[in-house]
């Protein structure tokens, strides 16, 4: 009887900390698939990269603004490259034709160009949608190919491979897969040496995959090649705006008990801590939930109702 109740509690144990699923795409547009992460924007995330035709493969590489993929990169290579300016310290920076400082859903939208239909590079939010409010447990390998699986607040996920470019030949680097970058549509700001922003940026914002790290904000030079993971709102993808009476909804927290305010009152809500992991989950009845002692600090509420989501920071005092 005692090995029978330790090996319970070990069971128990391995499904609290179990990861959710793979989650399944939840539709298609264009014939190319997509995931709800279950994002305050409604934003729905491709499962493959532009040039795949799966989540494990790592797709084409492009440069910022440029539409068509290439394995050569370099800023005489780059489209918009100008030439270079030379101060008299010998300080050196590239001149760039101005494409605007957010290309999304433009002529310079590789998403856009490559598969139509709505689809886009992800913007400035979308990709602190995916800081903020997802998740990970760092580097997985999932059919043989290293990457991560980035969860959304209800729970459904996208995977993001793994396979950097080698910058000694310029060729995709098979062997370690230490990293990979993906683009933003968005400008980076640059400032020169006294801190004055510069005429046209050199940088753009992407986003990084990393083997060790996990995933995380970045920057990188628009003349690199990048791999692009679109995106497409839920009005491109012919979606009803399900989100619209949610929207209106606020989360309070009140006396160790979360009070929905809005046209809803009933649902369910799954509290996480900022590291991801779900901390509790239980019914809304009459706009109220009572919540077990939580430690203080800042949570993410997620309260779902008929399908409609809506993600909301929580700090507890």
């Not at 990861?19 to 539709?27: K, N, T, V, Y």
């Not at 083997?211 to 497409?232: E, M, Q």
């Not at 900022?274 to 109220?288: C, E, H, K, P």
Request: proline share 5%.
């Amino acid at each position: 009887m005692r090995n029978l109740i330790i090996l319970l509690i070990c069971v128990l144990a391995i499904n609290c900390f179990a990861e959710p699923a793979p989650s399944q795409p939840d539709g298609s547009v264009g014939g190319y698939e997509y995931v709800d992460l279950g994002l305050p924007s409604g934003t729905l995330w491709a499962t493959y990269n532009v040039g795949a035709t799966s989540p494990y493969e790592r797709g084409q590489y492009f440069a910022w603004g440029e539409v068509e993929p290439r394995e050569n990169f370099s800023w005489e290579s780059y489209k918009f490259f100008k030439g270079y300016e030379v101060d008299p310290n010998n300080a050196e920076w590239v001149i760039l034709e101005n494409i605007g400082d957010n290309i999304c859903g433009t002529e310079y939208d590789a998403a856009r160009y490559q598969w139509g239909n709505g689809w886009r590079l992800p913007n400035a939010q979308e990709r602190y949608e995916l800081c903020m409010l997802c998740w990970t447990n760092g580097s997985t390998v999932e059919n043989g190919v290293c990457g991560i699986r980035l969860y959304g607040p209800n729970e459904h996920s996208i995977f993001l491979p793994i396979c950097e470019l080698d910058s000694s030949n310029d060729e995709p680097d098979a062997s370690h897969k230490i990293n990979a970058l993906y683009w933003i549509g968005r400008e980076d700001s640059e400032y020169d040496d006294n801190g004055q922003p510069t005429e046209y940026g050199s940088a753009a914002m992407s986003f990084v995959v990393d083997r060790y790290a996990g995933f995380a904000g970045a920057t990188s030079p628009k003349a690199d090649g990048l791999n692009i993971r679109p995106v497409i709102s839920r009005k491109e993808a012919g979606i009803n705006d399900a989100v619209s009476d949610i929207k209106k909804v606020s989360i309070v927290y009140r006396n160790g008990c979360i009070h929905i305010f809005g046209s809803q009152c009933d649902g369910f809500i799954k509290v996480f801590d900022l590291s991801g992991r779900m901390t509790y989950s239980g019914s809304v009845v009459d706009g109220t939930c009572m919540l077990p002692d939580l430690a203080e600090g800042i949570y993410l509420m997620s309260y779902s109702h008929n399908g409609s989501i809506i993600t909301q920071k929580v700090i507890i005092k």
